[in-house]
């Protein structure tokens, strides 16, 4: 079965403080990473997809990388605004539809 | 505007009595998909489907049906909700599998 966990559940930083939020994933054959910003009321929002270890892509204040087993969203010096849900999530070779995510860290940026 | 519309965005209903929740895309997307969100969880899957008359079960399908009958439509069934079917629904299309996911604002549903 396909997990995705996502570390830690919420995240509190101080504007100007840079940290990283974790996805670590266990699948067979993994197709796609992606990574979502969802606001409160909102419908997730598409950041990035990483589709092999070693690939990492930028906006922004963000950066994420990917490795063979987990993948990592950096915020460097974040802002108030980057305020918001992160999700995480996989499709994988062997089902070509399905999508499974993760729970999700919540990141609040205190001004 | 590129988007995704659900309809409706809230709604309060009983026990038993049958409801769908529309999803629309205007973007000539393939792939659909609805996920529900409950509180301090991230998206499950309930159906997807890749193309026209092509649809497949997600990770919670029980309770629920889908059709697709037009490449732009993705309609959510609730034949007899129950309780723990309250929740919040979101639809996504993207342009084929693999691809990243448009999602709708979401639909509230309580079930009393």
């Known amino acids: 079965e396909d997990q995705v966990t996502q570390s830690p559940e919420a995240l509190r930083l101080q504007e100007g403080e840079s940290s990283s939020l974790n996805c670590s994933y266990t699948v067979s054959g993994l197709r796609g990473l992606f990574w979502y910003r969802q606001d409160p009321g909102k419908g997730p929002e598409f950041l990035f997809t990483l589709y092999s270890a070693g690939e990492e892509k930028e906006k922004e204040r963000l950066k994420a990388t990917l490795t063979k087993k987990e993948s990592f969203l950096h915020i460097t010096a974040p802002k108030p605004e980057d305020s918001a849900t992160y999700l995480c999530a996989v499709q994988v070779n062997t089902n070509a539809g399905k999508s499974t995510f993760g729970d999700g860290t919540t990141l609040t940026v205190k001004p | ?112």
């Open chain 2, 1 to 112: 505007e590129a988007q995704v519309t659900q309809n409706p965005r809230y709604l309060i209903t009983v026990t038993g009595k049958k409801l769908t929740v529309t999803c629309s895309q205007n973007m000539n997307h393939e792939y659909m998909s609805w996920y529900r969100q409950d509180p301090g969880l991230g998206l499950r899957q309930i159906y997807y489907s890749m193309n026209v008359e092509v649809t497949d079960k997600g990770d919670v399908p029980e309770g629920y049906k889908v059709s697709r009958k037009e490449k732009r439509n993705f309609p959510l069934i609730l034949e007899s909700p129950s309780p723990n079917q309250t929740s919040l629904y979101f639809c996504a299309s993207s342009p084929v599998v693999h691809q990243p996911q448009h999602f709708g604002d979401g639909t509230r549903l309580s079930i009393l």
